[in-house]
T-cell receptor, first 113, second 111 residues
């Protein structure tokens, strides 16, 4: 079974731009969660989607948004990028909503200049 | 105070040593406890998963949960250089709430 895939793997953007990251979960998994990982803050939860609905949301500003499609693929969007948004963005999939067994993708490394 | 506390290390041990990694938490509602391993430039991978208190063993890895002390541990026996990675503890409540991760402990196993 193929694992979680994320595209692109690396991105360089400048302040003020916007970016869209993509995540394809493991086949059959319907829940997708997004995390931001930085050396200072560790792994921080952004949001979770299940059956195209946002179930949980972390403490991030409205510039961070996401959506999930009917095939369970998910996208995350960050608008008006700031330098502090530079991070590794990880997507994790699980079978059910709030699933405790999460499988992570390799992440997208975003650098904001 | 963070919900989950984990010493970031780094922790450096010689090959063959027994490694002990730990996390403390404050929310007694946590029932699911996980350990993830993350190699450099990779996503975390699930190592161990435990529900409620007790021990769980898988090869060289043993996970322990002490809910009375709000303390979880991961032991690695006969550590190998390939175990060098960051280990993250994680926990969640019953009912499908978000998973909370520790900061991660960087482990170096020297050959």
């Amino acid at each position: 079974k193929a694992g979680v895939t994320q595209t692109p793997r690396y991105l360089i953007k400048t302040r003020g731009q916007q970016v869209t990251l993509s995540c394809s979960p493991i086949s059959g998994h319907r829940s997708v969660s997004w995390y931001q990982q930085t050396p200072g803050q560790g792994l921080q939860f952004l949001f979770e989607y299940f059956s195209e609905t946002q179930r949980n949301k972390g403490n991030f500003p409205g510039r961070f948004s996401g959506r999930q499609f009917s095939n369970s693929r998910s996208e995350m969007n960050v608008s008006t990028l700031e330098l502090g948004d530079s991070a590794l963005y990880l997507c994790a999939s699980s079978l059910v909503a709030g699933g405790d067994t999460q499988y992570f993708g390799p992440g997208t490394r975003l650098t904001v200049l | 105070q963070k919900e989950v506390e984990q010493d970031p290390g780094p922790l450096s041990v010689p090959e063959g040593a027994i490694v002990s990694l730990n996390c403390t938490y404050s929310n007694s509602a946590f029932q699911y406890f996980m350990w993830y391993r993350q190699y450099s430039r990779k996503g975390p991978e699930l190592l161990m998963y435990t529900y409620s208190s007790g021990n769980k063993e898988d090869g060289r890895f043993t996970a322990q949960v002490d809910k009375s002390s709000k303390y979880i541990s991961l032991f690695i026996r006969d550590s190998q250089p390939s175990d060098s990675a960051t280990y993250l503890c994680a926990m969640s409540k019953v009912g499908g709430f978000k998973t909370i991760f520790g900061a991660g402990t960087r482990l170096f196993v020297k050959a």
